[in-house]
């Protein structure tokens, strides 16, 4: 049982361009996170995000997708490769690749994602266009408990943005990004102090039932 003086250790996986994982490192160098980055695995060998945890010192594996021919083999080297770290929580930081059940079985109640809608609406890819060919006035994003349901799992934390009438895609996922820079390391911060949990009724923060998502204000 990780306590508040002890360091969560935590592997993060990315695809991409890294400012979730940016803003977590910073945030575990600010002594805001009690957490340990112990590797940082990129399904893709060019993502940006390899290049943030090497600045800073931290451990990095390519795990490329590609030399895989089923989801399955991919997912049991990713396993084999999680595995002699035994982290405490595992942190999908815009991994952009659909995990098996096996996967998602080991680690559940340990593994977060971030989002960029305000879920459940808007699952998947390609948000920001779909809000804005909605129509919707309002957009953001959300941390939630990884389960076999694509981004379907228990909310913890939304934050909200407007959308302005002359926003692109790009505009407004920029909005709803620095957002997503706040919210993510407040919902690893209280697991990783132990505040927050999986139960099968849905998210408990400090032992109480979430009934809706904790709006970030
Ligand atoms: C973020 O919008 C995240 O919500 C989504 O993918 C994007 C990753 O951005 N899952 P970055 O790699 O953290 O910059």
């Not at 997708?65 to 049991?76: C, P, S, V």
């Not at 697991?191 to 039932?209: I, P, Y």
Request: charged letters at 15%.
């Amino acid at each position: 049982m990780t306590n508040i003086l002890t360091k969560l250790p935590v592997i993060i996986l990315i695809s991409g361009s890294g400012s979730n994982l940016q803003a977590i490192i910073d945030q575990t160098n600010a002594g805001f996170l009690p957490i340990q980055v112990q590797l940082v695995i990129s399904n893709e060998p060019t993502a940006y995000g390899i290049q943030r945890a090497q600045q800073v010192g931290i451990a990095t594996q390519i795990l490329e997708h590609r030399n895989f021919t089923t989801r399955q083999a991919y997912d049991n080297a990713l396993l084999e490769l999680i595995a002699p770290y035994d982290p405490e929580l595992i942190v999908l930081a815009g991994f952009m690749r659909i995990l098996t059940s096996n996967f998602v079985a080991r680690y559940q109640g340990r593994m977060l994602n971030i989002h960029p809608s305000l879920l459940p609406k808007y699952p998947g890819l390609n948000t920001h266009a779909r809000v804005l060919a909605a129509g919707d006035t309002v957009h953001g994003a959300s941390v939630h408990f990884v389960t076999e349901m694509l981004d379907g799992g228990p909310i913890i934390i939304q934050a909200e943005v407007p959308v302005m009438p002359d926003d692109s895609p790009e505009t407004l996922a920029a909005r709803v990004l620095v957002k997503e820079h706040l919210i993510y390391p407040q919902a690893i911060k209280w697991f990783a102090e132990g505040r927050l949990a999986l139960a099968s009724q849905g998210v408990l923060l400090d032992k109480q039932l979430l009934t809706r998502p904790v709006i970030w204000s």
